[in-house]
Structure formats: structure tokens, C-alpha cells
């Protein structure tokens, strides 16, 4: 069974950084695509940010040039680098693996794996 445990949420200032980890349990990781999603306050889930197999990036716009996703095989983690910090950046956090290895996607049913999530709140 797969299991996906994030960490290192937090508050912080504006301008400031953080960095979450996802560490996932279970077979065939490297082969599988791995995302972050967030959820602010009255809204819907939302994509931020994917990696591939191959270490390929994409970015949502909203955190594109702030934020930087990186995988680590060896130890079956993820993470997501924080930069620059804003209000609307609170939210809670998840990390997802996709249904199928070696496809990415940016939709939230193209995961069928999720952690439970980490708090992120920004003050201004």
C-alpha cells in the first residue's frame, strides 16, 4: 500500500522560505510521476508543480520562478522549495503520485495517491 507523509509546513513572514518533503512508501517510485497540489481557504484543490521520472519540472504560474520541486530517488522523496513567500500562498499543501508510471498530468483525478497534507500560512 502506498503511503505519502508530508512535512514542513509552517507559519512564516512574507518574503521568507520553506521547504516541504514528501516521503512515499511503496514499489516503483522512480517510474511515477510526483506532484504538489494546494488548497486556500474557499477554494478548490489546485495544481502548483509536478516532476517526472526523468527529473523533469513544470510549474503552475501562480509559482513559477518561486518555487523549485526536486525528487530523490534513493530516498523516495520529494520536495518543494519555497521562495519568496506571499499571503496568497497560504494554504494546505499535498503531495500526490500519479495513477499510472512514466505519464505526467496536471489534473487532480490523474493522482490516485495522496498524503494527508501540511499547513502553510504566510502573514503579510
Known amino acids: 500500500q502506498v503511503q505519502l507523509v508530508e512535512s514542513g509546513g509552517g507559519l512564516v513572514q512574507a518574503g521568507e522560505s520553506l521547504t516541504l518533503s514528501c516521503l512515499v512508501s511503496g514499489l516503483a517510485f522512480r517510474t511515477y510521476t510526483m506532484a504538489w497540489f494546494r488548497r486556500a481557504p474557499g477554494k478548490e484543490r489546485e495544481f502548483m508543480s509536478l516532476i517526472n521520472w526523468n527529473g523533469d519540472t513544470t510549474y503552475a504560474d501562480p509559482v513559477k520562478g518561486r518555487f523549485t520541486m526536486s525528487r530523490d530517488n534513493a530516498k523516495m522523496t520529494v520536495y518543494l522549495q519555497m521562495n519568496s513567500l506571499k499571503p496568497e500562498d497560504t494554504a494546505v499543501y499535498y503531495c500526490?503520485?500519479?495513477?499510472?508510471?512514466?505519464?505526467?498530468?496536471?489534473?487532480?483525478?490523474?493522482?490516485?495517491?495522496w498524503g494527508q497534507g501540511t499547513q502553510v500560512t504566510v502573514s503579510s
Open positions: 500526490a503520485k500519479h495513477r499510472r508510471p512514466v505519464v505526467i498530468g496536471t489534473a487532480v483525478d490523474d493522482y490516485a495517491d
